[in-house]
């Protein structure tokens, strides 16, 4: 009789030890190859990545590149900090989710495709011709950094930021901000090449989208799927979205006991009133605002 290893990873059971070996063994290799790390080998070739990454593709690209390659000889400072253990581990679980291991994949697969075209080296390094690759606007190389202190973020050169304290926290309409459902909507709708946000206004349909990311991991989870998310938030709009019926209303909305959509004072969390509808973003073809 072959004996079963049961382990429980955020309320997902995995049955199979060889497979979670297998997903284990794919995590660590997206660990090994796209984190930023401490070792000093690697810190050279880290900060030329960082120089070449806020240089920005377009016109003149080498150019610039040499420019600020010599400006950070004397002291510029550019750093891709090493993510903390919690995002570490954040990773390890996710990619033992049934949702984490297919997007994993997907990250792996297009990672050969780079390691194939010589714009990575199998050690996550990214060559000369990946750098010049990446100022032609040919591709964006993903890594994780650490963000410190500040929020999670996908720098538009494709860093995920992540911030050092990556716990379970609550979004200011109440719903759950839960790292796993986080780590699965940064990477599928911001780092992931292809998708569908891509031409989507961020402020607008990408939130949809987003919403519905973080709800998709929620749900294998066992945990309640996200319904609203606050502009403010994510730094942006003082307005509210309601995933279900993809409505924006004004200020910060909640549901009341009564699952009443009802707008608060964001200071006090008193009930200012009814919620009031602003619009509505459609998904479709395109992008469609609904004035009312």
């Known amino acids: 009789m072959i004996q079963q290893n049961i382990i429980s990873i955020n309320k997902v059971?995995?049955?199979?030890?060889?497979?979670v070996n297998t997903r284990a063994q794919k995590v660590n290799t997206v660990i090994r190859r796209h984190f930023a790390g401490d070792d000093k080998s690697q810190l050279q070739s880290l900060n030329r990545e960082a120089v070449a990454r806020i240089t920005g593709p377009g016109p003149d690209y080498l150019l610039r590149l040499a420019e600020n390659e010599e400006f950070d000889e004397g002291g510029f400072g550019v750093e891709l900090c090493a993510p903390s253990m919690?995002?570490?581990?954040?990773?390890q679980e996710y990619g033992q989710t049934e949702l984490g291991s297919v997007t994993i994949e997907k990250i792996l697969q297009e990672d050969e495709k780079?390691?194939?075209k010589g714009w990575r080296k199998i050690n996550g390094e990214l060559t000369r011709q990946g750098i010049e690759a990446y100022g032609a606007g040919l591709w964006r190389p993903f890594r994780v950094a650490s963000n410190g202190e500040e929020p999670d973020i996908v720098t538009?050169?494709?860093?995920l930021l992540l911030p050092d304290d990556f716990i379970q926290e609550i979004y200011s309409t109440g719903d759950i901000a839960h790292?796993?459902?986080?780590?699965?909507?940064?990477?599928?709708?911001?780092?992931?090449?292809?998708n569908a946000t891509e031409t989507?206004?961020?402020?607008?349909?990408?939130e949809l989208i987003c919403i519905r990311y973080e709800s998709e991991m929620l749900r294998e989870l066992g945990i309640a799927e996200r319904k609203l998310n606050w502009g403010q938030d994510d730094g942006i709009r003082n307005q509210t979205l309601h995933e279900p019926?993809?409505?924006y209303y004004e200020g910060l909305v909640i549901e009341n006991s009564n699952r009443v959509l009802v707008e608060i004072n964001p200071e006090t969390c008193e009930v200012v009133g009814p919620a009031i509808a602003l619009g509505s973003v459609a998904l479709g073809s395109g992008l469609v605002i609904q004035q009312r």
């Open 200 to 206: 989507m206004d961020p402020g607008l349909a990408m």
């Open 13 to 19: 059971l995995i049955v199979d030890k060889k497979l």
């Open 245 to 247: 019926s993809e409505q």
């Open 156 to 159: 538009a050169s494709g860093v």
């Open 179 to 194: 790292p796993l459902a986080v780590l699965h909507h940064e990477l599928m709708a911001h780092v992931l090449p292809l």
């Open 86 to 91: 919690s995002v570490v581990v954040a990773f």
């Open 114 to 116: 780079n390691i194939v």
